[in-house]
């Protein structure tokens, strides 16, 4: 069964951080495409950072490059999200994602088939 539990979410003033964490297991999870989307009423869905687990390589939306960064631990099957310098507007659900896709379909535009229970995150000006 496939398991993905996130945790690392909470509330914090703009200018703050936080980082999340995904505990993923199940069939599929150990190669292909993994990441954090978000969901907030006001913006929808919005993909913001994955990587393909095989190479490492990393893949952000506009809106939070040079502000977040992912990386992993493959012999934990964790999955991190450093979110700093925070902004109001990154106020959202978090929720891990992951899918066993190849390199040229990973991005922060996919849609990938496995999603955990997400986390709250609140960033207060």
């Known amino acids: 069964q496939v398991k993905m539990v996130e945790s690392g979410g909470g509330s914090v003033q703009a200018g703050g951080s936080l980082r999340l964490s995904c505990l993923a297991s199940?069939?599929?999870?150990?190669?292909?495409?993994m990441g954090w989307f978000r969901q907030s009423p006001g913006k929808g869905r919005e993909g913001v950072a994955v990587?393909?687990?095989?190479?490492?390589?990393?893949y952000f939306s506009d809106s939070v490059k040079g502000r977040f960064t992912i990386s992993q631990d493959k012999s934990k099957n964790t999955l991190y999200l450093k979110m700093n310098s925070l902004k109001p507007e990154d106020t959202a659900i978090y929720y891990c994602t992951a899918g066993r896709i190849g390199l040229e379909s990973c991005g922060v535009r996919t849609d990938l088939a496995f999603w955990g229970q997400g986390t709250q995150v609140t960033v207060s000006s």
């Open positions: 990587v393909y687990r095989d190479n490492g390589t990393p």
């Open positions: 199940g069939y599929g999870l150990s190669s292909g495409c």
